[in-house]
Each structure stands twice: as structure tokens, then as C-alpha cells.
């Protein structure tokens, strides 16, 4: 069949590849995965670059001896800031990690900055920070969930403070239907702290909330210090209630946040964590009925199409088959004709490794080893018989070279050698008296004698 009786009629052919993301939606993400798994982070480092344009914003880095990172802080923020950061100051800031979704950038914006020196409370914070973190106080693992729909709120807070307030308020207007209850406590002074723990275990042991919100209004580091106290911590972290900590502003941190399942910027932000809209409840639901009828729809026609083209795609399983077959009888002589390509060049190998290996035999070298030792045993055999002949000619001269000096020989021609009773050699007949008893050396034997008389020379003559 032809449309215009030139060509055939193709058949659309749907695209079967995995869905392509786009980059905005790639960006949007990974935004939202980065501020899903950082709630909120310290960082501490080398401010660098920084700018302050006619926005108020703030643009900075924060950077160490390898890595630096970008920073945002807004003007809303650092309004709070009584002095302006400069250039290569020592900060340590808090804020949200996230994604500048427009350029791809990964970076933090920055809700609180402050010096790196710590104080004294600062000290002491830190250092029940360090020592909770430690015993796992502050483990993810440990943190319990909260329920999505609450049956029941609890509130650790102050009756008369403006945290209270905010939550009802909060609450009446996302989802009034739930009910509350209020377990009074002082949140600032010497006598908040047991108050605070008193509330937790009261809240525990009424059984009833199935979520429990701790916290207070804004204050200073030292009216919030009640919730850095190590007790609280501990309470928190033994209760079994799942528990949200609001406490101060956005930028107040305690040790109540670490502990806490949760931790909420303020007391209204608590509510509105814990709580359902019942308005986006209701807009939820109308859309997805909708995007589920209209998903429906579409699934079914895109099926229906899909068996239409699957229908005519269709092919005879024979032919299938005898394709199959084919393609097995060329692939089994492609692999016959390797295969016998493969064992020649073995083969050729072989040979020649036989070859070098004949040539390195063992038996080769020691027949020559043993020829050459022949050789040299035989050279030495004639120059020890040399060595020897010429040694004993030596001898034999210096033997009648010997005998010529030898005092032997002129003892052969019939002189002695006189020796007194010492044994000393006599030169001199004056050197003896009469009477003294000498010996004479002979050729052939020695002798004793005893001395008579002594001439001197002058007596005897020359």
C-alpha cells in the first residue's frame, strides 16, 4: 500500500530509549536532594571575594588550605550583623546547603556569621557537643520519625511566652482538628533546666501525645543556655516521644536541636512541620484524581497504539529461526577459521621456542664445560710438571752454592770450629788459660780437650 504511489507506508515506530531528564529539571534535583540531606550545617574557614552590591545581599567564599566554597547570605540576615566581615577574616558560619539552580552552582546560604574565637558559654557548648556526639546522641540512626497525620501535640514551652501562641495560632490554621496539650515550664533561668525535664517525663508518662514540640521565643545565648544543659539533652534523648526542637530564631543553634529528632528554625516553623494543610490536602487530592484519570487515559491509548504497532511488526517465528540458524553457521566458521588461525601461530611458536631451547640445552653446555676442563686440568698438569723441574734445578744450585759457604765443607778440609767451656767460638789462644776444658767441632764428630799450655801470637809467629 502506498500514500503517493512512491513510497511505502512506514509505520510510526515508538521510541523505546530511557526519558532524557533537562538540565533544569537535572538542577531542580539535585537541589532538592542537597537541602533534603543537609537540614543545616556549621562551616568554619577563610573568608574570601567578598561583594556587596546595591541589593544588600551578601556574596562571599568561605575557603581552607584545598577547597573553598561559595556563600549567599541575604539582606533579610545580615541586617543582624553589627560588624562588616572583611577580607580574610576567621568566620564560622551556619546555614542550608543548596544549589544555585541558574548556573549549576553548589553553594550555602548563609543565615548566621560570627568570628571564629569561641567564648566562654561557646566553649562550654561546644564541648557537650563533642562529648554527646561522641556516646551518639546526635545519630541519625537514633532519630525517630514523626507520624505524617499527628492524633495528638504535645507543647514543652512556656504558658505565657509568644512560642505558645505561635504554635496555636499555626495549628488552627493548618489543621485545627487536632488536639493539644500543654505541659508548662520555665524556659529561662537557674530553675528552667529541671523545669524543662520535669515537662519531658510529665509528657511521657501521659501517654498521649504522639508528637512532643520543646521550645521558646528568641532570646540570647544566655537566655536559651537552659536548652544546651546536659540534663535536657538527656531528657530529650530518652523520651519516647518523637520530638521537635524550637528553639529561638532561625539562628539560634543549642544542643536541644542536636538531641532532638527534629529541629525546627522557630516555634511556627514546629507547627508547620508537624502539622498537615488541610487546603493542600484538598488541592492535592483534586489533582491527583485529575493527573490519575488523565494518566489513565493516556496509558491506555498509548498501549493501543503500542499493540497496533506491535501487531504489525509482527514476524513469522520461522523466519526467526532460519535467521537465527544463519547467523549460528557464520559465527561457527568465523570461530573454526580463528581458532585454526590461532594454532598455526602457536604452532610457529612453539617451534621456535624448541629451537632456542635446543640451543640453551644444558647437555650442550655441559659437554663444553667438561671439554674446556679438560683442556685447562691437562695445561695444568704440564706447568705443575714445569714448575717442578725448574723448582728442583733451583734446588739442586742452591744446594752446591750452599755446600761452598757451608762451614761443613772447610771443616771437610781438616779445620775445627773451638768453642771454651761457654760455648762461645775462640778466636784468640789468650782467651783460655791452662787447665780450662774447650771443644772442637770436626768434620766428623766433636771433641773435648782440656788446655795445657797457651802461646799468644807473638810466640807462635804469623
Known sequence: MYNDGSAPATPHLQDTRPRALSVSELNHQARHLLESSF???????????????????????????KCQVRCAMFRGMNQRIRTLPKEGDQVRIRGKVTLYENRGDFQIIVEHIEPAGLGALQQAFEELKRKLLAEGLFDQARKKPLPSL???????????????????????????????TLYPTAVQGKAATADIVRAIEAAQSHGVADVLIIGRGGGSLEDLWCFNEESVARAIAACQIPTVSAVGHEVDVTIADFVADLRAPTPSAAAEKISPDQSDWLRQLGEREARLSNAIGLALKRLSTQLGHLGARLRDPRRELLEKAQRMDE??????????????????????????LAMQSPRRQLTEGQEALQRVSERLASVIQQNLKQSRANLEHAAQTL????????????YAIVRDNNGNILRDASNVNPGDTISARVARGEMTAKVTSVKSSEETGP
Open 331 to 356: 559465527l561457527e566458521l568465523r570461530l573454526k577459521k580463528v581458532i585454526q588461525q590461532r594454532l598455526s601461530t602457536v604452532s610457529v611458536r612453539n617451534d621456535h621456542l624448541r629451537q632456542r
Open 150 to 180: 499527628p492524633r495528638h501535640i504535645g507543647v514543652v514551652t512556656s504558658p505565657t511566652g509568644a512560642a505558645i501562641h505561635d504554635i496555636l495560632t499555626v495549628l488552627a490554621r493548618r489543621c485545627p482538628a487536632i488536639p493539644i
Open 39 to 65: 537540614m543545616q550545617v556549621w562551616v568554619e574557614g577563610e573568608l574570601s571575594g567578598f561583594s556587596r552590591p546595591s541589593s544588600g545581599h551578601w556574596y562571599f567564599s568561605l575557603k581552607d588550605r
Open 403 to 414: 755446600n761452598v759457604v757451608s762451614p761443613l765443607a772447610t771443616l771437610g778440609r781438616g
